[in-house]
């Protein structure tokens, strides 16, 4: 059995000790876990926690002084507390807080006294010293007299011991912290520069039978040795002690001030993004956002949707809108899904708590979607660490404590994340400004409702309860719709779907801000009836919007284009236009429709080579109010844009356990599983590279159409992540549906490498 396949034995045996409640607490720091189907033994729930996206959610709230605990473990293997806080010099107490820290949340095991981490984690931790060997292994093939060298370079007497005296002796000085320190600190700049390009990768031998320079000096004094073909190479116990002399010392959390400025409770810019959300959806409702060709919406596109809403940073409001899931791509454009009438008829708070958290856990920076070869449109996901520090930074500075200071302290909180100083304070201030604009932060501090957030954020009924916990920060109120004489309305708050639909149809919006003034025309009043919508439609909706009788000036405006709409009709014979004697004496004699090259074959009909299309667009730019035939006559009318939805299936929620439920069920003394299925056993076959608890998931999904997320590597060697719905399994191939791509994709079963739950 290899290590890693004990190390899962291990954490199993570690997690099985656990008492109800401690368990409890675990389940309940790792959610993925609670999502079904749950681990139905301890071995299980082993692999589970060992997967690399439970890991890598499990890695997001590490400290320095844990992650430095768990790199002495991955690279020096399973350890005592004692041994453990020899090496990193630092007191017992805090090394044994450190590992109960990381063990209750799964991240490593105690079993007798020893502690070790789940094989992923050890492995992905002591991944940089992969390429070294240890010491004992290049031995192997050394000369007795290379290592008596070596021996003597470090300061011991080497006389009349055998080769596995020898052995023995250097793995004893070359494991000794002070021994290894000496013999470097002795070393010229050369060879120290050398020895650190070794130890980080840079350099991978020091050279084949040098007899001089910076590899000859390093074998001198024992730190290289001779291995086969008298290539010297860095044993990895070495590279370890140069690597943990690097590692800061394990200080304690930094004490952070609080904030100097008063607390404020975030409720005006919260109600601010809810309204951004709800203007941008309506306004994708009644025409989808343009997609550019390589996907989300472009920079123009960002632009006009800014200017014509009134709104800053659009490209936030559209990642929100659709991690939420309320915009999704189809075929004519990102458009809201058939999820956002229901979220726009909820209550503020429940609204705020769903689009929050969903900012909350994107891994891109919305307002700094930047790379290398330029920007990442939104919502197009992208690999990025921004969202790593916005938790790290929002969770800092919980609690009252100042912004600022957690800012400057964020490595200490956050030091997985992978960015240069100048990337940092990027990723960092688009997090204070995207938070400010979402009610999250004010000033140096967070909110009410951004303390909320924090204290909700990761639990399985995280949504629910940071609606209840806001819903007297932000109560519902109606929105008022006011119709004027002048045939304008002015929106105060937030109006129902059906009125918003309908503004959205027949008026235009001219000043849009906390009141909203729109203005019906002609013109906008005929694009409602040009989209199918009828004159009594009209009324009866805006009629019910205010809640009192029409303005005489509109219901005359609305009859009046209702009369003339229609007339005129554009019938497909390439093309001909009907209507009256004297609408078509009038359109034939207008001197701006000349471009149509008209001919009159009777006093009512006009017949021109131009399509249908370009004759009805030019007729309604010229004042008429045409709409168009079938070649037998009858009335073509377009399906409303406003009831557009995508056809892509929406990803679905997993039905959830209680954590405590779920520790009572593993505790409890259970029938053994039941035989895996016929999908399970094919899959396992033809991916041997995944463990049974990421081959019953993908199979789970399979035999009950639910979403996973898979890691895959394509025929390129590029990997990428996937959310996929599967829904057939015929060779070695898997058919499913791909929520990145909105689109069914075929996936080699042997090339997925990890799977994990998703929702």
């Known amino acids: ?86 090496r990193l010099q630092a007191p017992q107490a805090r090394v044994r807080e450190v590992v109960g820290a990381l063990c209750a949340r799964g991240l490593a095991w ?19 010293f992969g390429p070294l060997r240890p010491l004992a292994v290049i031995a192997r093939n ?56 070794m130890a980080s990768g840079e350099i991978y031998f020091g050279g084949f039978g040098r007899q001089a320079g910076p590899t000859a000096e390093l074998v001198r004094a024992g730190l290289l040795l001779d291995g086969p073909s008298h290539r010297q190479e860095l044993p990895r116990e070495v590279a370890v002690l140069i690597h943990l002399d690097d590692v800061p010392g394990m200080t304690g959390p930094p004490s952070l ?33 343009a997609r550019i060709k390589k996907g989300g919406v472009g920079a123009r596109e960002r632009t006009r949707l800014g200017k014509r809403l009134g709104l800053a940073e659009i490209a936030l409001w559209i990642d929100v809108a659709a991690a939420t899931g309320l915009l999704a791509q189809t075929p004519g454009g990102y458009a809201p899904t058939d999820a956002y009438d229901t979220w726009r008829e909820a209550d503020p708070g429940v609204r705020w708590a769903r689009s929050l958290l969903a900012w909350f856990a994107l891994d891109v920076a919305p307002t700094s979607r930047e790379t290398d070869d330029g920007e990442v449109a939104p919502p197009v996901p992208m690999v990025s660490g921004a969202g790593l520090l916005r938790r790290a930074l929002l969770r800092a500075a919980a609690g009252g404590r100042s912004l600022r200071a957690a800012t400057e302290q964020i490595d200490w909180f956050c030091p997985l994340h992978p960015y240069d100083d100048v990337g940092r304070s990027r990723k960092l201030a688009a997090a204070r400004l995207e938070a400010e604009l979402l009610g999250v932060v004010a000033a140096d501090r967070l909110t009410e409702l951004g303390e909320h957030l924090v204290a909700v954020a990761g639990r399985p009924d995280a949504a629910d309860e940071l609606a209840r916990r806001c819903a007297d920060l932000l109560p519902a109120a109606r929105g008022l719709l006011v119709l004027q004489p002048d045939l304008t309305a002015v929106v105060s708050g937030q109006t129902g779907a059906a009125a918003a639909r309908l503004l959205a149809a027949a008026a235009v919006a001219e000043a849009p801000g906390e009141a909203t003034t729109w203005r019906f025309t002609p013109d906008s009043v005929r694009s409602a009836l040009d989209d199918g919508w009828t004159a009594g439609e009209l009324r009866a909706g805006l009629v019910a919007a205010c809640d009192r009788p029409l303005p005489q000036p509109l219901d005359y405006l609305i009859g009046d284009v209702a009369r003339r709409h229609g007339a005129v009709r554009v019938r497909e014979v390439h093309t001909c236009v009907t209507g009256t004697e004297a609408e078509i004496s009038e359109i034939f004699h207008t001197r701006s429709l000349r471009s149509l090259h008209l001919r009159r074959l009777a006093p009512t009909v006009l017949t021109t080579a131009a399509d249908v299309t370009d004759v009805l667009s030019v007729l309604r730019a010229a004042g008429f109010a045409p709409i168009p035939e079938d070649a037998d006559g009858v009335v073509v009318l377009p399906e409303r844009t406003g009831d557009q939805v995508p056809h892509a299936p929406a990803p679905r929620a997993r039905a959830r356990v209680a954590a405590a439920d779920l520790a009572a069920r593993l505790l409890t003394d259970a029938p053994e599983p039941p035989p895996a299925g016929a999908a399970q056993v094919e899959l396992a076959r033809l991916d041997t590279g995944l463990d049974a608890a990421e081959v019953a998931l993908l199979a789970d999904a399979l035999d009950h159409d639910r979403d996973v997320r898979i890691g895959y590597r394509n025929q390129a060697g590029n990997r990428t992540v996937r959310e996929i719905r599967p829904q057939q399994l015929y060779g070695r191939w898997l058919h499913a549906w791909c929520h990145l791509r909105s689109a069914e994709r075929e996936f080699t079963v042997s090339s997925i490498e990890s799977v994990s739950p998703v929702g």
């Open 1 to 86: 059995m290899g290590r890693g396949a004990i190390a899962v034995v291990s954490l199993a045996t570690h997690l099985a000790a656990l008492d109800p409640s401690r368990l409890t607490q675990l389940l309940e720091q790792r959610p993925d876990v609670l999502a079904e189907p749950v681990p139905r033994t301890f071995d299980e729930l082993a692999q589970r926690l060992n997967g690399v996206d439970s890991l890598s959610q499990a890695l997001q709230r590490v400290n320095r002084d844990e992650l430095a605990v768990a790199r002495v473990v991955a690279v020096l293997g399973e350890m005592e507390p004692a041994a453990l806080a020899s």
């Open 110 to 128: 105690d079993v007798g006294g020893r502690v070790g981490l789940p094989p992923r984690l050890a492995e992905h931790l002591g991944a940089e």
């Open 142 to 197: 050394s000369h007795v007299e290379h290592l008596r060298t070596a021996v003597a370079g470090l300061g011991a007497d080497p006389d009349g011991l055998r080769k596995p005296e020898l052995i023995a002796r250097l793995e004893a000085l070359l494991t000794d912290p002070e021994t290894v320190a000496r013999a470097v600190r002795d070393r010229s700049p050369a060879a120290r520069r050398h020895l650190a390009g």
């Open 257 to 289: 001030p609080p904030a100097d400025d008063a607390a404020e409770d975030g409720r005006a810019a919260a109600e601010a993004g809810l309204r951004a959300l709800t203007l941008l959806l309506d306004e994708a409702r009644h025409r989808p956002l």
